[in-house]
């Protein structure tokens, strides 16, 4: 009986903020600021992304754009156990649909 790899040992899960034009980055930081003053402290300047790297060549298996760094945060968790206990085929079946790097 042979073992199984986990994604983990090919994969892993960073977060990142999203690369933006300089205007839409501008515009970010204008509402960010707004938001604040207005005493909404939920909206992100940077809009975060969890990423799933290969560690051989560093390319990108995965990306998610997500709202908020809670919700990015949360979703960073949820991805790294996937990798720790699923096999890379088992991971790229489960995340398939949420890819947003096609």
Known sequence: MTEETHASADYEARLEAVEASPLKAAGRWVVALAS????????????????????????????????????????????REDLESMTIEEFKDEWEAANDNR
């Not at 975060?48 to 809670?70: K, M």
């Open 36 to 79: 604040a003053t207005l005493g909404d402290g939920e909206f992100e300047a940077n809009e975060p992304q969890v990423v799933v790297h290969s560690r051989v060549d560093d390319s990108v298996l995965l990306s998610i754009h997500t709202a908020s760094l809670e919700e990015a945060e949360r979703l960073i968790v949820q991805i």
